[in-house]
């Protein structure tokens, strides 16, 4: 079994900054690419940024500038830096990573259960 769970969620006032973490675990043979996705109410849920295991990132306009995505594969962890945050960030943010559990399977995607995050003065 692969466990993806996210933490960091939390309610921040606006300009203000946090931290998500984002940890798989488990049957795992490679974790591939890793990103972060969030979901308004009454929205889809949406790309904010991904990074690759090679480093590269891509992020959403919307936070470019602002948010940062790293990750530290000895630990199987992506992690979500938030600055400048405003009040339509406010969001349940969700983590994917793509796994492969053997040599022998492909890799698919494993979601984490979300965390929000609220933007409020």
């Known amino acids: 079994q692969v466990q993806v769970v996210e933490s960091g969620g939390d309610l921040v006032q606006p300009g203000g900054s946090l931290r998500l973490s984002c940890a798989a675990s488990g049957n795992i043979f490679t974790v591939y690419g890793m990103g972060w996705y969030r979901q308004a109410p009454g929205k889809q849920r949406e790309l904010v940024g991904a990074i690759t295991s090679g480093g590269n990132t891509n992020y959403a306009d919307s936070v470019k500038g602002r948010f940062t995505i790293s990750r530290d594969n000895t630990k199987n962890t992506v992690y979500l830096q938030m600055n400048s945050l405003k009040p339509e960030d406010t969001a349940v943010y969700y983590c994917?990573?793509?796994?492969?559990?053997?040599?022998?399977?492909?890799?698919?995607?494993?979601w984490g259960q979300g965390t929000q995050v609220t933007v409020s003065s």
């Open positions: 994917k990573a793509e796994i492969s559990i053997s040599r022998y399977t492909i890799r698919r995607d494993y």
